[in-house]
């Protein structure tokens, strides 16, 4: 029997039992319909042990923010370099393949953090909007969350979101993300048409980076 700790959630408009294991710390997540009796849920896990031993193996040891580490930032692995000042404020800035922390506090994780997700909106929002007016469609927002199963998502209102650790990615990576999201404001499924038209949004290589974020995706878990 698969005696994994795993956080359960019941979902009421859930079909089937699905399962993901988080590349952060290899933990489980497991959604279930309602009214699932525990002997099904326990099979169902029985059944896809192999699976959930390949991937916990998978899940990778987290990287620690300190001076010296190394972060990718635009597909290019940065050293981080802390220097010590006394103003109130951090200050970061990227200069020959470093990230520069100057800084008062002892432990700058936070502030590097949002100093990212800066950069991931300042290069996410308007390749999103270029591309929905190439094809006559409107955003209604544009959100940035950290998220473990998905890079980005669109929906019906025409809200888009990424995940703001496409700033880590080589800029192509990031591009066919937004094409792909923002194909979705004209075709709402994954047909020949929104297929072509996604391929046509990217500038790049789209299979490419499909198989990049397939195969490589779950390293930039290990960050923050």
């Given at each position: 029997?698969?005696?994994?700790?795993?956080?359960?959630?019941?979902?009421?408009?859930?079909?089937?039992?699905?399962?993901?294991?988080?590349q952060r710390d290899g933990s489980l997540k497991l959604t279930v319909p309602r009214w699932t009796p525990q002997w099904?849920?326990?099979?169902?896990?029985?059944?896809?042990?192999d699976w959930i031993a390949q991937r916990q193996s998978n899940a990778l040891s987290p990287i620690t923010i300190e001076?010296?580490?190394?972060?990718?930032f635009h597909g290019v692995d940065h050293q981080i370099a802390f220097e010590k000042h006394s103003k109130r404020t951090t200050d970061i800035t990227v200069s020959?393949?470093?990230?520069?922390?100057?800084t008062s506090r002892d432990d700058p994780t936070s502030n590097l953090k949002r100093w990212m997700i800066d950069q991931a909106r300042q290069a996410i929002e308007p390749l999103a909007y270029d591309k929905s007016k190439r094809i006559g469609k409107t955003i209604s927002k544009i959100d940035l969350r950290d998220t473990s199963s998905r890079w980005g998502s669109c929906s019906t209102d025409k809200r888009l979101m990424f995940s703001w650790r496409l700033i880590m990615c080589n800029p192509d990576i990031l591009d066919y993300v937004v094409a792909h999201e923002v194909a979705h404001l004209k075709h709402m499924d994954h047909s020949n048409k929104f297929w072509d038209l996604c391929y046509t949004l990217t500038n790049g290589d789209a299979d490419h980076a499909r198989q990049w974020l397939k195969e490589n995706g779950n390293t930039l878990m290990r960050y923050f």
């Open positions: 029997m698969v005696t994994y700790p795993i956080s359960k959630k019941v979902n009421p408009r859930a079909k089937r039992l699905s399962l993901r294991v988080d099904q849920i326990d099979r169902f896990l029985n059944k896809n042990a001076h010296g580490a190394i972060i990718p020959n393949y470093q990230l520069i922390i100057k």
